[in-house]
T-cell receptor, first 112, second 112 residues
Framework: DGGITQSPKYLFRKEGQNVTLSCEQN?????MYWYRQDPGQGLRLIYY???????QKGDIAEGYSVSREKKESFPLTVTSAQKNPTAFYLC???????????FGSGTRLTVV | KNQVEQSPQSLIILEGKNCTLQ??????????LRWYKQDTGRGPVSLTI?????NTKSNGRYTATLDADTKQSSLHITASQLSDSASYIC???????????FGAGTRLTVKP
């Protein structure tokens, strides 16, 4: 079945650590996105990529980094510079020219 | 200020009852509007997508309406079931880039 897979489902980070969230899709979609979801707020765009080896900052990119070395993969690194990283992170993908987005099942990151 | 406002923030109804969720937006230029259902700890799943020319669209017991003049949309759920308990998110896309703006969601609880 085609889809978008995020891992791990739960992730715990110590203060000062970098952690990487995985996002893989087998939908052959060109564009991929990372969103952050906090209680009582709408999803906020962190980074997006329209094509391999290219990505753009979203509304809240500070403290995050991404790479897009393969079409299928768009990992997100939460760096120690992100002061409030505890949140639910969602990855999404979309085929260029189409309006429909597909979301992954999310990763809940908690700082301990 | 968020460009997509949803109301109510939360709603509790009895199984079998109907309910209507509201979405007001100021996003411009309007491209399309989507309603998503998000179960707790999961990614959003698309219910309906409407473009400027569409006034209503149904997906089973879910019916979405769009008034592009007043920039309002509603999601009506008929004969609610316990499995309808979730957050419902209104997403409005703008411009040629399909830039998505998310509402904070309405948390629906259906009780037996």
């Amino acid at each position: 079945d085609g889809g978008i897979t995020q891992s791990p489902k739960y992730l715990f980070r110590k203060e000062g650590q970098n952690v990487t969230l995985s996002c893989e899709q087998n939908l052959n979609h060109d564009a991929m996105y990372w969103y952050r979801q906090d209680p009582g707020q709408g999803l906020r765009l962190i980074y997006y990529s329209q094509i391999v080896n290219d990505f753009q900052k979203g509304d809240i990119a500070e403290g995050y980094s991404v790479s897009r070395e393969k079409k299928e993969s768009f990992p997100l690194t939460v760096t120690s510079a992100q002061k409030n990283p505890t949140a639910f992170y969602l990855c999404a993908s979309r085929q260029s020219g189409q309006v429909g987005y597909t979301f992954g099942s999310g990763t809940r990151l908690t700082v301990v | 200020k968020n460009q997509v406002e949803q109301s109510p923030q939360s709603l509790i109804i009895l199984e079998g009852k109907n309910c209507t969720l509201q979405c007001n937006y100021t996003v411009s230029p309007f491209s399309n509007l989507r309603w998503y259902k998000q179960d707790t700890g999961r990614g959003p799943v698309s219910l309906t997508i409407m473009t400027f020319s569409e006034n209503t669209k149904s997906n089973g017991r879910y019916t979405a309406t769009l008034d592009a003049d007043t920039k309002q949309s509603s999601l009506h759920i008929t004969a609610s079931q316990l499995s309808d308990s979730a957050s419902y998110i209104c997403v409005v896309s703008a411009g040629d880039n399909n830039d998505m703006r998310f509402g904070a969601g309405t948390r629906l609880t259906v009780k037996p």
